[in-house]
């Protein structure tokens, strides 16, 4: 049996200020010789990661995870999920805008329908290029107890504003039993204290995407621990997707009020980018809980391990240092990738890298703006002119023998290139003459660092 708990914290949030992180608004009771893989769609990652994704007109990713219940049969299923504010359908409403989303959630056992929610809920922001963010910009959470056992768990989201527009995914997942001593979560969480006992409901902003934005936020992993006492001590590790550890921490098990509980921090820095898992274990206990993560640079792509990583930063100018970070043996790539985020860093008192940023920020923008029919676009001459030079001051059209041509100008290098679409697809290459003078100013400027 599964009853609707109205939970503490169901979130609608509003388009982000500034920065990569959400802003809530609660409502009581986010060389060819080298592996130049292109970076994946992130949504193709997150299902691989067991999330629940849809990339149609509504794309959504959401996720579920788990905590001990009242009683040992009943499990608090936590359900979160992210939308952008690009996707929905604003209309004017005074001076905002105002958006409206409808979720049906449902969860069948083989006996049927056993429970679920629906819900109304509305997204108001300020200004018109609020409602343009792609990026991770409103959160949902429901809350439900259910009983342990296997469950289809369906998701529908609906606009209100255009009702033919929707999006669902269906996924089955186990409920858990939490009895004697173990381990609740992990929960990737932005922030919130969790809950002082095991009746109460947890005072948590989940991470739906269970994702580190590299370069931005931290990302936190909320534990609660059952049946331990205060000062248990808690081993977690995180390991890639090549199972090499990157990660280890201890801490202790801390009580606030009659639960224990102990939150990880994971800083800007620490991991490549890539897939990981994040696995915890009482010290002494069999107790151990995991769950997937992912540390990426976009909300739209995204890499799946070191190797892909190294083929990302082809363009990057410290090809020097990325020779060291390319070398690391395995068992010591996470220390390579701390050294080589360190290096490469031109503000150290920011916890950001500011080079990496930009770096992966141009990946992101070619990808977008120069995709080609025969290859993503920060793989094409456009893309990585553009990754390695940026903007071009003047764009101009020109003339070719089959198809346009495009003239770009740097100004400020006395630099001027030309592309040709030689078969008339908008297959842009660099002509031979700007290919040699482009590669004459690249490694000029590769010299001067």
């Not at 370069?215 to 049946?227: I, K």
Request: aromatic share 10%; charged share 20%.
């Amino acid at each position: 049996m599964i009853r609707r708990i109205r939970p503490l914290l169901l979130l609608v949030t509003l388009a982000i200020a500034c920065g990569p992180r959400p802003w809530w608004t609660a409502t009581q009771p986010p060389s060819p010789h080298l592996n130049t893989t292109p970076p994946s769609r992130a949504r193709v990652m997150y299902r691989a990661m067991g999330l629940m994704v849809d990339s149609s007109r509504l794309p959504f990713v959401a996720s579920l995870h788990f905590l001990a219940g009242a009683t040992p049969d009943s499990t608090l299923a936590l359900f979160a999920m992210s939308l952008s504010t690009r996707s929905l359908d604003f209309r004017p409403e005074g001076h905002d805008f105002v958006a409206g989303y409808h979720v049906d959630l449902t969860l069948r056992s083989d006996s049927g329908v056993v429970g679920g929610a629906a819900r109304d809920e509305v997204v108001r922001v300020r200004s018109l290029p609020e409602t343009e963010r792609v990026n991770e910009s409103v959160i949902f959470q429901q809350v439900l107890a259910a009983r342990p056992g296997v469950y289809t768990v369906s998701v529908v989201v609906r606009d209100r504003n255009s009702p033919r527009v929707y999006a669902q995914d269906t996924i089955v997942d186990t409920v858990p039993r939490f009895a004697g001593q173990g381990l609740g979560g992990p929960v990737p969480i932005y922030e919130g204290t969790g809950r002082d006992r095991v009746g109460a409901l947890p005072l948590l902003t989940v991470n739906p995407q269970g994702r580190l934005l590299s370069g931005a936020d931290s990302l936190r992993f909320y534990v609660e621990g059952y049946g331990l006492s205060p000062g248990t001590r808690l081993a977690a590790r995180i390991m890639d997707a090549d199972s090499v550890e990157l990660w280890r921490d201890t801490l202790l098990l801390t009580s606030v009020g009659g639960l224990t509980s102990a939150q990880f921090i994971l800083k800007p820095g620490e991991l490549p980018l890539g897939r990981g898992e994040f696995q915890v274990e009482a010290i002494g206990v069999p107790a151990h809980a995991r769950t997937p993560f992912l540390v990426s640079f976009s909300d739209q792509w995204a890499v799946r391990d070191f190797n892909e990583l190294s083929g990302m930063l082809l363009y990057f100018p410290r090809q020097d240092l990325l020779a060291k970070l390319r070398a690391a043996p395995r068992p010591e790539r996470a220390a390579a990738w701390r050294d080589f985020y360190k290096a490469t860093d031109p503000v150290p008192l920011t916890p950001q890298n500011e080079a990496l940023d930009e770096y992966f920020h141009r990946v992101e923008i070619a990808n977008q703006r120069f995709e080609q029919a025969d290859m993503p676009g920060w793989l094409g001459d456009r893309g990585e002119v553009f990754i390695t030079l940026g903007e071009p001051d003047r764009v101009f059209e020109t003339p070719g023998a089959v198809g346009a041509g495009l003239r770009w100008e740097y100004t400020s290098r006395r630099l001027t290139l030309y592309f040709e679409d030689q078969v008339g697809l908008g297959l842009y290459r660099l002509t031979r003459e700007s290919r040699a003078e482009y590669g004459r100013v690249v490694a000029q400027g590769r010299r001067a660092q």
